[in-house]
């Protein structure tokens, strides 16, 4: 196995909060002028799923995913779509295999991945050709989409070498323009975003949390992508400005305000939540 974290010593026992830049935005397209992927480009916007990631804005989930992931590691990316993830894991020496159930994205995922798993995860007989154990298990945007997450969650806690980590990101329902929305008694399904129609489940963070633990997990990091009315498309515009001037990254001050605001209420403005977690037995892999 490349040099990962197995056999690496846990040393983080407790729970904190990341508040960091967010995704999906008042409209949750991908395509939105909002949406925290970075150039839209009318050849990407047939498909949700392809793309690119603006790797600077540490708001987006996957790009907190992809800053935790160590070089040189083991990766299951279960729903890996068209490779977006896998694609910068591959840059970092990692070693990738995805599963997708969508024939079209799997074949764009392979030139990404070491290989490519094609089929419904929640099928046994998919399940069982994942071999091996990872340092990672990645879940972004996949728990919500499934019928019996409980049992995925669990059946992959096997998967994990010892300090390997399950990343699971997970949208919030109760983020504020959904709460507007049923104040105004509509609940309509969207082709992406927090309603996505394909969702089979919806989430809160004490619902996440709970699912997380219950599956037989220990949280031990969250990661909040804020999503605070107006202040998203002013520090987007400072991001754009600030990168047009040559600068790697915004300063960190641009941020301070939402991530303030997201600290005093992360159920309102977290957009999405991050949770990593360990096995809470690690006897039992």
Same mark, same amino acid.
């Given at each position: 196995?490349?040099?990962?974290?197995?056999?690496?010593?846990?040393?983080?026992? @407790?729970?904190?909060?990341?508040? =960091? &830049?967010?995704? #999906?935005?008042?409209?949750? +397209?991908?395509?939105?002028?909002? +949406?925290?992927?970075?150039?839209?480009?009318?050849?990407?916007?047939?498909?949700?799923?392809?793309?690119?990631? %603006?790797?600077? %804005?540490?708001?987006?989930?996957?790009?907190?995913?992809? *800053?935790?992931?160590?070089?040189?590691?083991?990766?299951?990316?279960?729903?890996?779509?068209?490779? /977006?993830?896998?694609?910068?894991? @591959?840059?970092?020496?990692? +070693? !990738?295999?995805?599963?997708?159930? %969508?024939?079209?994205?799997?074949? =764009?995922? /392979?030139? #990404?991945?070491?290989?490519?798993?094609?089929?419904?995860?929640?099928?046994?007989?998919?399940?069982?050709?994942?071999?091996?154990?990872?340092?990672? !298990?990645?879940?972004?945007?996949?728990?919500?989409?499934?019928?019996?997450?409980?049992?995925?969650?669990?059946?992959? *806690?096997?998967?994990?070498?010892?300090?390997? /980590?399950?990343?699971?990101?997970? &949208?919030?329902?109760?983020?504020?323009?959904?709460?507007?929305?049923?104040?105004?008694?509509?609940?309509?399904?969207?082709?992406?975003?927090?309603?996505?129609?394909? #969702?089979?489940?919806?989430?809160? $963070?004490?619902?996440?949390?709970?699912?997380?633990?219950?599956?037989?997990? =220990?949280?031990?990091?969250?990661? !909040?992508?804020? #999503? !605070?009315?107006?202040?998203?498309?002013?520090?987007?515009?400072?991001?754009?400005? $600030?990168? +047009?001037?040559?600068?790697?990254?915004?300063?960190?001050?641009?941020?301070?305000?939402?991530?303030?605001?997201? =600290?005093?209420?992360?159920?309102?403005?977290?957009?999405?939540?991050?949770?990593?977690?360990? &096995?809470?037995?690690?006897?039992?892999?």
């Amino acid at each position: 196995m490349a040099s990962g974290i197995c056999g690496l010593r846990e040393t983080r026992d @407790q729970v904190w909060v990341h508040r =960091r &830049p967010g995704t #999906h935005l008042t409209d949750p +397209s991908p395509c939105s002028e909002e +949406s925290g992927l970075a150039p839209p480009d009318s050849r990407m916007c047939g498909s949700p799923y392809e793309s690119e990631y %603006d790797l600077s %804005d540490g708001n987006i989930p996957q790009v907190h995913i992809i *800053r935790r992931i160590r070089e040189g590691t083991r990766v299951l990316d279960v729903g890996c779509a068209a490779g /977006r993830v896998a694609r910068h894991l @591959q840059g970092k020496g990692c +070693s !990738v295999i995805g599963v997708e159930r %969508d024939p079209d994205l799997a074949g =764009r995922a /392979r030139p #990404h991945c070491t290989e490519v798993i094609l089929g419904d995860v929640e099928d046994p007989r998919v399940l069982s050709q994942i071999t091996g154990l990872f340092d990672y !298990v990645i879940l972004g945007d996949i728990l919500e989409h499934l019928v019996r997450s409980e049992n995925l969650l669990a059946a992959l *806690r096997t998967k994990l070498c010892k300090n390997g /980590r399950m990343m699971a990101a997970i &949208p919030n329902v109760l983020v504020w323009h959904t709460r507007k929305e049923f104040l105004l008694g509509r609940f309509d399904y969207q082709d992406s975003g927090t309603l996505d129609r394909t #969702h089979l489940r919806f989430f809160t $963070f004490k619902t996440a949390r709970q699912l997380i633990e219950a599956s037989g997990y =220990r949280i031990v990091d969250v990661f !909040v992508s804020y #999503h !605070v009315p107006g202040i998203n498309r002013a520090v987007r515009l400072m991001r754009a400005l $600030f990168v +047009s001037m040559g600068w790697a990254s915004p300063p960190a001050t641009i941020q301070a305000l939402p991530h303030a605001i997201a =600290r005093l209420l992360p159920g309102l403005f977290g957009n999405h939540f991050v949770l990593e977690a360990i &096995p809470a037995d690690p006897g039992c892999i």
